[in-house]
């Protein structure tokens, strides 16, 4: 049952009329104290939302402030924050960090600020991964028995019943139909209401789940209760719907209660049918309005029964003369026809093409008669007419000689550019198209240290035909294979399309980036930058730039093409130089006494995609000490951009400023990640031209914890030591002194070597057992099991030509026979006593050119211990150090060793690469495991790449790595092109057995690449959810908490796909709110029915409870329809928390995909 015993509640009952009741629970008196009342430790999912739940059974508040919430294991104690207070006789639940508590076996209790022990319950158990929750039989009820506990649904911060009640609450689902008799193209109502709302989870509300099963009819919906218990929602009974004749039955379940209805689907009543309805016949065209050039799609639909039938059909112009006219015949295997090369499937068709000579434009009537084409089975009184029409309109073009667009104004390197356009006044055979890349982005962010390189610009010529009306389609990719493991930096950057034919030419543009979502374009017209802020006098600067949207061969004139520099000083005044015609070598150029002075001006040439550099020598004639600014001109478009440096003193170079920042500095950082140079990587900002990402998987902060398994992050920053000093005396060389009176310059190679930060972590346990133990785990002197991974450079593992990590001291090309696997050791290590060796862990980290460094520690598991470590970091005498707390929790004694294998996927093409990683459980283990792959043809050998095809080399051999939750590995298949379809099945073989997974190989057409895993940072969470095979899919909305801010929802994106080729219109999306607001659909109440890409637009702004959404929609004549939904205002969050997603179709396979992004707003 829910909630309440009624057993129990009638013998509370007699006992407290019998006055025979004692208190005889842990606290002093009945309502003197707070209770445990709900424990959660095996929540639905994730173990994210394990809570208790303490209730006051008391008629005053309790603060709890302090209080200690604590399992078994006490270092997960969690303490009640300042403030917290109970009122009299309510609830309040806590919940704390992620397997708070152990599913097999959990005892908790809690203390009050003083240590003294309040509550405790007894040994509890959950393995079942549900709802269910450990709960008080009624609220408050203590006898300090187990049976004072029972598992049910959990009721978190409500009541689990009480002990007296005069009448007992049961819980109540009630449902409706509006009737039980319909007939086609009525509306069923399925309405009800519950008593009370239930949840899977602390804050996961259940969904109510309704089930219509009829004559070859299936469906099954989803929605919430509203804020008044009801629910409400309705069925339209149309035959193209799917429905049929006959009876249908209504099951509507919310967790465990359920309601059953039917109602029955009959026909109309023949005697209230005409016989014209009966016999209907329809006929349409595929538009309703064309242009001269284009083909009418006339298609007609009946469901009379006379044989032989055929439609006779004329077509009349508005001038009333018969254009076209013919007969058609119903074909049951479709007749296929084709509009702009692209073919579509209809029945009972035939196609029209509109003259462009002479065209008469208005409404052409269609005249449609259906009869039986046989003479023996013609009569007069089975004849069905119908008529319909469409309109031609004149041809409107643009007011220029050649249009041309894309589909989008910004591309990654792989994505298709598609280009549309027409001729507008004059047709030709084909046109010349000509794309050009016109400027690079800079593989750095762009920034004061960004080049603009030009190492081989993008250039493609061809030639595209027109149609017939004069338009034409073009298709490409700047880069054909985007999937190969290259750098694609030089294709980042602008490109100008120009189509062009002797009469005239038109011209577009777009950008290609490293991620067109979260591109911003932050360059400037010129790009004007600076190698450094500040010179010597008399030293040289280097002006570098780049022209936006450059084309040299516009340019005729190539002089006025160039960027001319000068420079002014602080009061504004430009910089001259001195003319002398007395001294002038030329006769000519003498004439009137005296010295004439002119600007500097320096000219620059940019080179094919607009990039410009000039180098400027500050001489001391010209220049002085103080600030100035350079100021750069583009002739041909008249752009100006200015830049500011300082000219200072030799002297200020030489004297050395007093340093500003600390000498070391040293952070400590966590991270999940299974390699360390993906680590490395997350922990540089990197960009090109879009906002630079965060730290997607290192954690940084005080007080963290560490498990073993986990990788310790150490970063830091020093004033970096340049190895070439100013010394006093030859003989004080290699000392570390700097003086202005010195006169050599010397450089220490010894010094050289030495400017890296020495970090480090005491070593606590040896790979040596000892005692008299029966396991000896000794590794061969060649073996490196030390773990770290520590330099700056990302650790002692590289990855092969598959993406596979391999350790650096394995030799991959080694022999993988019996004898080479052997490492001289058993493998496994039990539990047992450890040698201690007062060694540390010391790893070397290469500061960069601005002082950061970071290495990276593998806290392995039979290495590291509980305790207390003291991380230190030295350089060049400077010391900094700090200490971490490393709790072992890799081992669970006494459970059977095991292998957990995962894919992140279970269904591949031909080609793909399966990733297989796996965990092994309950045991320390240092060999490698032996894998291979059985094809769905167990006959066929399974032979690796790089390796002979024979017997005993069909398995693979990899090194197990230390990873966050114990020791795994990783391995990358690569598919081959040819790879039979069918059941594939892993194999991993290790010293305890072997375990199996399956994956299937399928045709490319049946499966759609899984988006990456979701990306969760410490500003932001992203949860995706993939290939959703339903047709109602409920979004729910809720904040999410991190250790250091609150994320509420921002953003919602999703996706439709079908496999139905041609039938990509039929299967489309109907979004609405919880109120029922259709926000995107196909209806008229919708807010958006359509595509909004529109000129100059790519999204359209809509009001919902008065607040503005920007909708972005594809619209619903596309293969993947695609949807986002942001409010307008940055700052503020999705304010509506429920979303219902339907998917309008027939028996059509689709698979929806969305995703919530939720961040920290300010």
């Not at 643009?398 to 591309?411: A, G, H, M, P, Q």
């Not at 050395?656 to 490395?680: F, Y």
């Not at 598919?975 to 290790?990: N, Q």
């Amino acid at each position: 049952m829910h909630l309440k015993n009624p057993l129990l509640f009638g013998l509370m009952a007699i006992l407290l009329l019998a006055g025979t009741i004692t208190p005889g629970m842990s606290q002093s008196s009945f309502d003197s104290q707070i209770l445990i009342n709900e424990v959660e430790t095996n929540p639905p999912g994730s173990d994210t939302s394990e809570f208790v739940e303490l209730y006051n059974p008391t008629s005053i508040d309790i603060d709890v402030s302090g209080w200690t919430i604590s399992p078994s294991a006490t270092w997960k104690a969690y303490e009640i924050p300042d403030g917290t207070i109970i009122s009299s006789n309510s609830f309040a639940a806590f919940t704390h960090v992620n397997f708070w508590f152990k599913d097999f076996g959990e005892t908790i209790t809690l203390s009050d600020t003083s240590g003294n022990l309040i509550d405790e319950t007894p040994l509890i158990e959950d393995l079942e991964n549900n709802n269910f929750s450990w709960q008080r039989t009624t609220d408050g009820f203590d006898t300090d028995s187990n049976s004072d506990w029972e598992l049910k649904r959990m009721t978190p911060k409500s009541s689990n019943g009480k002990l007296v009640e005069t009448e007992e609450s049961i819980f109540s689902l009630s449902a409706t139909l509006g009737g039980t008799e319909y007939v086609f193209n009525e509306t069923v109502t399925i309405a009800g209401s519950v008593s009370e709302e239930l949840f899977t989870s602390l804050s996961t509300p259940e969904m109510i789940k309704i089930n219509i099963q009829g004559p070859n009819y299936f469906k099954n919906l989803a929605l919430f209760p509203d804020r008044d218990l009801g629910f409400s929602t309705t069925l339209n009974l149309q035959k193209v719907l799917g429905f049929n004749q006959g009876s249908y039955d209504v099951k509507v379940s919310y967790g465990e209660y359920t309601s059953e209805l039917n109602f029955t689907l009959n026909n109309e009543d023949d005697s209230s049918i005409s016989e014209s309805t009966k016999n209907n016949l329809e006929i349409s065209t595929d538009k309703e309005s064309y242009i001269p050039g284009e083909t009418v799609i006339l298609f007609a639909d009946t469901n009379s029964e006379i044989q032989y039938g055929g439609l006779d059909y004329t077509v009349t112009n508005p001038n009333q003369e018969i254009i076209f006219e013919g007969t058609i015949f119903p074909n049951e295997k479709f007749s296929k026809v084709f509009q702009h090369g692209a073919g579509e499937l209809f029945a009972f068709s035939t196609q029209l093409f509109m003259e462009t000579v002479n065209p008469v434009y208005g409404t052409y009537t269609i005249e449609g008669t259906y009869k039986s084409q046989n003479p023996l089975y013609y009569s007069s009184e089975d004849v069905i007419n119908t008529s319909t029409s469409f309109v031609l309109s004149e041809d409107v073009k643009e007011d220029v000689l050649i249009s041309i667009s894309t589909d989008k104004e910004i591309y990654a390197v792989g994505d298709i550019i598609k280009v549309t356009g027409r001729s507008n006044d004059i047709w030709v055979e084909d046109l010349e198209l000509r794309v050009m890349q016109t400027g690079i982005l800079s593989s750095s962010a762009i920034g004061s240290d960004a080049r603009y390189l030009a190492p081989d610009p993008f250039d493609l010529q061809d030639r595209v035909r027109l149609n017939g009306d004069g338009t034409f389609e073009y298709e490409f990719k700047i880069v054909e294979n985007s999937s190969a493991d290259e750098n694609y930096a030089s294709s980042f950057g602008d490109y100008k399309i120009v189509v062009s034919e002797y009469f005239g030419d038109g011209t577009t543009s777009f950008k290609v980036v490293e991620d067109p979502e979260s591109f911003v374009d932050v360059r400037t017209p010129l790009g004007l930058k600076m190698d450094k802020s500040s010179y010597v006098l008399g030293s040289s600067l280097s002006l570098t730039g780049k022209i936006l949207d450059y084309h040299q061969a516009e340019i005729g004139n190539s002089m006025r093409n160039s960027v001319e520099i000068t420079f002014t000083d602080s009061s504004g005044t430009t910089v001259n130089y001195v003319f002398d015609k007395n001294n002038a070598s030329n006769e000519a150029a003498k004439g009137t006494n005296g010295k004439i002075t002119t600007p500097i001006v320096f000219t620059a040439y940019p080179d094919s995609v607009g990039g410009y550099e000039v180098d400027v020598v500050l001489h001391p004639i010209q220049f002085d000490y103080g600030i100035y600014t350079a100021n750069a001109l583009h002739q041909i478009s008249g752009t100006s951009e200015s830049i500011t440096f300082e000219i200072k003193s030799a002297q200020s170079d030489i004297i050395p400023e007093v340093e500003s920042q600390e000498p070391l500095t040293m952070e400590i950082c966590k991270s999940n990640r299974a390699h360390v140079d993906e680590i490395l990587k997350d922990l540089k900002s990197i960009g090109k031209g879009e906002i630079a990402p965060s730290m997607e998987s290192v954690v940084c902060g005080e007080n963290l914890k560490f498990n073993v398994g986990d990788k310790l992050v150490v970063t830091g920053k020093v004033i970096p030591k340049d190895a070439r000093s100013l010394t006093s005396t030859y003989a004080d060389r290699d000392s570390d002194s700097q003086t202005s009176t010195g006169h050599s310059y010397s450089t220490n190679y010894n010094t050289a070597m030495m400017n890296y930060v020495e970090v480090s972590i005491p070593y606590p346990r040896s790979m040596t057992v000892s005692g008299a133990s029966s396991v000896t785990t000794v590794p061969d002197a060649d073996e490196n099991y030390t773990g770290g991974g520590g330099t700056g450079t990302g650790g002692a593992y590289y990855e092969d030509e598959d993406g596979n990590i391999i350790r650096g001291d394995e030799d991959k090309k080694t022999s993988r026979t019996d004898d080479a696997k052997r490492t001289g050791y058993d493998g496994t290590i039990l539990m047992k006593q450890q040698k201690i060796l007062l060694t540390d862990m010391r790893y070397k980290a290469y500061p960069d050119d601005n002082g950061n460094y970071a290495t990276v520690f593998e806290l392995r598991a039979g290495v590291f211990k509980d305790g207390i470590y003291a991380v230190k970091a030295d350089y060049f005498g400077h010391h900094d150090e700090t200490s971490v707390k490393i709790i072992d929790t890799s081992l669970k004694g006494g459970l059977e060793p095991s292998i957990s294998v995962n894919l992140e996927k279970d269904e591949f093409t031909s080609g793909d690469t399966v990733r297989i990683s796996g965990k092994i459980n309950n045991i320390y283990y240092y060999d490698s495991v032996s894998v291979r792959v059985d094809l769905p043809n167990v006959s066929e050998i399974n032979c690796f790449e790089g390796q002979q095809c024979g017997f005993g080399n069909s398995e693979k051999k990899i090194r197990v790595q230390e990873g966050v939750s114990g020791p795994g590995f990783f391995w990358n298949y690569k598919l081959p092109k040819d790879a039979p379809l069918g059941l594939y099945t892993i194999v991993v073989d290790t010293h305890f057995g072997e375990f199996e997974k399956s994956f299937f190989v399928v045709d490319e057409s049946e499966v759609i690449g899984t988006p990456a895993p979701e990306a969760t940072i410490s500003k932001k969470i992203i949860e995706k959810f993939n290939r959703i095979s339903d047709d109602k899919i409920p979004i729910v909305l809720t904040e999410k908490s991190t250790d250091d801010s609150t994320l509420s929802p921002r953003v919602i994106q999703g996706s439709l796909f079908t496999s139905a080729r041609g039938e990509e219109s039929d299967v489309n999306l109907r979004i609405t709110t919880s109120n029922g607001q259709c926000v995107i659909g196909q209806g008229s109440d919708c807010l958006v029915t359509e595509s909004t890409r529109k000129p100059g637009a790519i999204y359209s702004i809509v009001t919902i409870d008065d607040i503005n959404y920007k909708i972005r929609y594809s619209g619903d004549d596309v293969r993947l329809e695609k949807f986002s939904i942001v409010p307008e205002n940055s700052s503020s969050k999705i304010d509506i928390d429920n979303w219902n997603v339907e998917i309008i179709k027939d028996e059509q396979p689709s698979r929806f995909y969305y995703k919530v992004s939720y961040v920290a707003l300010e």
